[in-house]
């Protein structure tokens, strides 16, 4: 979130007028991101470092098929 408590996606910063945001928690913390950067938190979590914090850590979802 901003400044000016306009809910903006932690990846792509567009706002909740632009598009579709869904909430989410880590490590304690409230983060939001919009429904065409949360495959990068599914599969790509370390693209989110700096974003959110401990992001470089994350794995990505694991893969059966």
């Not at 706002?15 to 869904?22: D, F, G, K, M, R």
């Not at 409230?30 to 065409?36: L, P, R």
């Not at 700096?50 to 850590?57: I, P, Q, S, Y």
Request: charged content about 15%; glycine content about 6%.
């Amino acid at each position: 979130m901003n400044e000016t408590n306009t809910l903006t996606c932690l990846n792509c910063a567009r706002t909740e007028a632009q598009i579709p945001l869904v909430n989410l928690r880590y490590a304690g913390q409230e983060a939001w991101i919009c429904s065409q950067c949360l495959p990068t938190l599914i599969h790509k979590p370390q693209q989110l470092a700096g974003k959110l914090a401990g992001a470089e850590g994350m794995e990505a979802a694991p893969h059966d098929h």
